[in-house]
């Protein structure tokens, strides 16, 4: 017997509104960011916002806009009631932040929501008072000009959508950074923020975009920008702050898009950054940009997901292609001036790579006869052939850039004097002191030699960067900061996989205060620290006391590592556990924190370094992709 079909039914406003609420309210930060953008719209130029518990419990926003009457106030509770648009065609060049007319009912329907509003025309306002979508209350009130709205219990007439609600301190996080987004947007907006009666931060009007970033995001991030002058292409402007060649960034999260003024997230900009920046970042760092992008609102489509946070472009490659040029361009020119500053000239080179050593190396030492074998190539040759490289550059560089010093001890770090021009003569001594190294390590290779590297020979340092060696067929160079990378990313490898993690306690305690959101973090997942080394203890609120790191850990910058790995684990939402410095975000990590600093060039150090190197697994590269070794043997 066949099952007769169900009856259709127009569902009641009460549970439509609700069902809508699933969709716009997700979370707290969503109410703030719904009633944020209505007083926007109403044309505020000072937001107070208030709330406690992670919003759960409570928030407050008050801005002194146009207001509403008593008629336009009741109005705004009903669903689909709106005005922002009024003609399909005014979706397709939506220019205001609101204009689904959905929010205010859904939050009315989920809390206990009381409204207040006056405009400039009246000398009252009108106070609306609803619980879980009824009404309870309309009355006059007495309040200045703007609108003022409250919400408390959210989620009480849908007590399951409360259990997938995060902890106070990460609903909170989202809340600050959503305003803190708005602030940045919005100029000519000053916004306050208050956690249960603690000031978060407070914007103040009309600053210079490095300024707005380092008051809402800190002066750590600040300091790394360089500001993006507004370029124009076509019916597309941008501006907005970038940052600097050199410094890096952990995770992609400092990538913010400001469209007309609204944050989004736009894949189009987020691929333009990271082209941007390849030449520049090591495998597995990220950029920070905060761009400001006007378009015309017909080529963008906010209407693409109820939360408005997700755009789609009309003209998106357009827009991409814009973004790469304006951002190389910029990084291109900073990067001469940095160099021009440096050297004092009109024009410079960029810092030597192991790349350009080769090559320059490639142009400039002559090869041998056809008919001369490359067995029959001595060192003597070699030294010949970089003492001459080193005199013309020299001689051709001037003071622009440091002469090519081929001794066999440099210390790395240390100042070394300029070549100036016509020296050829000092140049020339090189080939004596190479010269009586040869001799006095010939007939039994250099004291320096390991075991386990046979064939070896060191020769010098070049560029205060790379150890030269030479074998029976070829001369290699070694990065020394790649390598150190590898050698001591894999000592922690090793300590991590015994499953003993040994510490080193410090004679001082380092101090590290955390954010909300990560110290919630850390207090979840202190046993893994413990289990890797760490002898962490709080101190105060968010404040932490550092008595011991892992043994592989370099104590130069405990506070910046810790704060590293937090915001790579939380962002990548994983739990910490004993091994779990065992994977790429580790590596990511420890392989950055590593540098040449103290690391004195010797025979026998770099002889001794590149024995550990040859040891580890995948020697030939860095944990950050950079090359350790290069070998050259077609020139010679």
Known sequence: MKKAPPEIRILPENVANKIAAGEVIERPSAVVKELLENSIDAGATRIDIEFKNGGKSFVKIMDNGCGMTREQALMSLEPHATSKISEPEDLFKISSYGFRGEAIPSIASVSKFCMRSRPASQSSGTQVEIYAGDVKSVRECGMPEGTETIVENLFCS????????????????????????????LPHLAISLIENSRVVFRSERDLGVLERISR??????????????????????MSGAILKPGESFATSRNICAFINSRPVDCRAVYSAVKESYAQYLPKGKFAAAFLFIELDPATVDVNVH??????RLKNEFAVRDFIVEAISGKLSAYTLSTNRCSFKLDESEPEPSMESAAAEARRSIQLPSPAVSPKKCNSSEIFSALDSLGARAANSLGNARPALDFSPEVRLGANVPRAQKNSTAEISGLAERVSNVENATQGGGFQGCV???????????????????????????MSVTSALRRVHYQRAMDSMKSGKAVSQ?????????????????????????????FDIEEFGPNFYRIYASPDWLPLGDLEGFIRDFIELARDESRVLKKRVLADETFAR????????????????????????????????????????????????
Not at 221 to 231: A, T
Not at 466 to 475: H, N, P, R
Not at 596 to 607: N, R
Request: proline share 4%; glycine share 8%; net charge positive.
């Open 451 to 477: 075991s386990d590297v046979p064939g070896w020979r060191y020769v010098g340092c070049v560029h205060k960067k790379y150890a030269v060696f030479e074998t029976d067929k070829s001369m290699v160079l």
């Open 505 to 533: 306690r410090l004679l001082i305690p380092a101090s590290i205060k955390l954010d909300r959101a990560d110290a919630d973090f850390y207090e979840t997942n202190k046993k893994a620290f413990k289990a890797c080394g």
């Open 216 to 237: 809402t995001f800190g002066g750590e991030i600040g300091s790394k920008l360089i500001e993006l002058r507004e370029c124009k292409l076509g019916g597309m402007k």
């Open 158 to 185: 849908v007590p399951a959508r409360r259990k997938f609600l995060k902890s106070d301190n990460v609903e909170a996080s989202h809340i600050i950074k959503l305003c803190r987004l708005y602030a940045l947007a």
């Open 589 to 636: 990590i420890i392989s950055s924190k590593i540098n040449m600093t103290g690391f004195v060039c010797t025979q026998t150090s770099a002889m001794s370094l590149l024995g550990d190197l040859l040891k580890c697994p995948g020697h030939m590269s860095a944990p950050d992709g950079k090359p350790t070794l290069k070998e050259f043997s077609e020139f010679f």
């Open 306 to 311: 109820p939360a408005k946070r997700e755009v």
